[in-house]
C-alpha cells in the first residue's frame, strides 16, 4: 500500500475514533442524564416527608397539590433517599432543624445503602450545602436538612473505590452533588446506566463530592424540561418551590 494511502486510512481512523468518544461523552452527559442545577440561596428548596396531617406524600402529585393550597407552585423534585417498608427514611433525616430519623451507621447489610462508604447529603442553617461521608458528621445542630444514603458517587473528587468501569450493573439511577460555585447539581438517568457512569457525570461537571439517592424507584419533576414524573410511591422528596405568577 502507498505511503499517502496509509497516511489517509490512519487519518480517517482517527477522526472515527475521536467522533465515537465525543458521542459516547455526548449521549452520558446530554442524552442518558437529566440534570437540574439549584442554588439554595435564591430558591427555596425543602425536604419533605409527611403532611401536616401525619401521612406521606409519597409522591410528586399530592406534594404539588397539598403547596397549591398555600398558592406555591413545584418547580422542581426529586425523591430524596432511600426508605423502608412503611416509606420511613433508612438512614438519617432531618426536616427544618428538627431529627426524624437518627443516623445509621450499620456497616454491613443487603443493598446498595450498604456500599461503604455512605453518606449524607445535608443543608445547614445557614443555606450552606454539604454531602460527606456518613463518619464524618460530627454534630447535627447547625443542619436545617439532611438526608442519608449509600454508596457515595463521589469523595473528594475521586470515584467510589468499589465501582466498575463498563459494569453491566445498570439501573435507572439518581443523585446530587455539590458544583465548584456551592450550587447544587441534582441529576437522574433517562436510561439504564452503571454507577460508574453516573458518577462520572458529576465528576465531569466538577463536583468533588456526590451522593447516591435511589434506583429504580426513581422519580424527577422538571416541567421546565418538560420532564414530569408525578406518580411513584416515595419516601422523602427534595423540593423547589415558589410563589404562584
Known amino acids: 500500500m502507498k505511503p499517502v494511502l496509509v497516511f489517509f486510512g490512519l487519518l480517517i481512523g482517527l477522526i472515527t475514533s475521536i467522533s465515537i468518544n465525543s458521542y459516547k461523552n455526548q449521549e452520558v452527559t446530554e442524552s442518558r442524564v437529566l440534570s437540574y442545577e439549584v ?8 425536604f419533605y416527608w409527611k403532611n401536616s396531617n401525619g401521612k406521606n406524600y409519597g409522591n ?94 463521589l469523595i473528594n473528587g475521586k470515584i467510589h473505590p468499589k465501582f466498575t468501569e463498563g459494569s453491566t450493573n445498570v439501573h435507572i439511577r439518581n443523585g446530587v452533588g455539590v458544583l465548584p460555585s456551592g450550587n447544587l447539581l441534582f441529576a437522574m438517568s433517562k436510561k439504564k446506566i452503571n454507577f460508574y457512569d453516573f458518577a462520572c457525570f458529576f465528576k465531569e461537571k466538577g463536583c468533588l463530592n456526590a451522593l447516591y439517592l435511589d434506583g429504580f ?29
Open 39 to 46: 442554588d439554595v440561596n435564591k430558591q427555596d428548596l425543602r
Open 217 to 245: 424507584v426513581s422519580r424527577a419533576y422538571v416541567p421546565s424540561k418538560k420532564w414530569e414524573q408525578i406518580d411513584g410511591n416515595l419516601g422523602v422528596i427534595i423540593g423547589v418551590t415558589r410563589p404562584i405568577q
Open 60 to 153: 410528586f402529585q399530592n406534594l404539588k397539590s397539598e403547596i397549591e393550597k398555600d398558592k406555591r407552585e413545584l418547580v422542581f423534585a426529586m425523591n430524596g433517599g432511600m426508605y423502608m417498608k412503611d416509606f420511613s427514611p433508612q438512614g438519617l433525616y432531618i426536616e427544618n432543624g428538627e431529627i426524624k430519623r437518627n443516623i445509621n451507621k450499620v456497616k454491613e447489610g443487603y443493598g446498595n445503602f450498604y456500599l461503604q462508604p455512605n453518606g449524607i447529603f445535608l443543608i445547614t442553617k445557614n443555606n450552606k450545602p454539604e454531602i460527606l461521608v456518613t463518619d464524618a458528621l460530627i454534630n447535627t445542630d447547625n443542619i436545617k436538612y439532611a438526608t442519608q444514603s449509600g454508596p457515595m458517587l
